[in-house]
């Protein structure tokens, strides 16, 4: 059975203005999954009103942690000592999130408590192996 790790997480969405909005996300981390993490983030504030997840490289977290990253639909970076920001673009928009550093690093870390870093491949291995022992597909 995959390990699915959540956290939530409380966030700063900045605004058109540069005002701060509070919003709570949840980070998760599969081990089915295990080069990928997420960000869900409420149906309050997306342009649709639906939730909103996005989907990325653990290792985008982890350099943007550290130093600018990412190219794409994702970019993640250091603000100051105790904050990170990820920026998220959509064929509608974009979306400056701040989260306090320390948040991000604990999860990453439970992350890799769960699947090590340079492990993801044999525990996608396991996983597999794990289905089919059971009788899955």
Do not use: N
């Not at 981390?29 to 504030?45: G, H, K, M, N």
């Not at 942690?65 to 928009?93: N, S, Y």
């Amino acid at each position: 059975m995959a390990v699915t790790l959540e956290q939530s997480a409380r966030a700063r969405l900045v605004t058109p203005e540069g005002r701060e909005r509070p919003i709570p996300v949840m980070l998760r981390y599969a081990a089915s999954d295990p080069l990928a993490v997420q960000v869900t983030f409420p149906p309050e504030v997306s342009l649709d009103g639906a939730e909103v997840t996005w989907i990325f490289a653990r290792g985008l977290l982890e350099e943007g942690l550290g130093a600018p990253a990412g190219t794409g639909d994702v970019h993640i970076w250091p603000c100051g000592r105790e904050r990170t920001v990820l920026e998220f673009h959509a064929p509608h928009g974009l979306a400056l999130v701040q989260f306090d550093r320390a948040a991000l690093r604990r999860f990453l870390m439970r992350s890799y408590a769960v699947v090590g870093s340079g492990r993801e491949e044999a525990a996608g291995d396991l996983d597999q192996g794990l289905t089919k022992l059971l009788g899955g597909v």
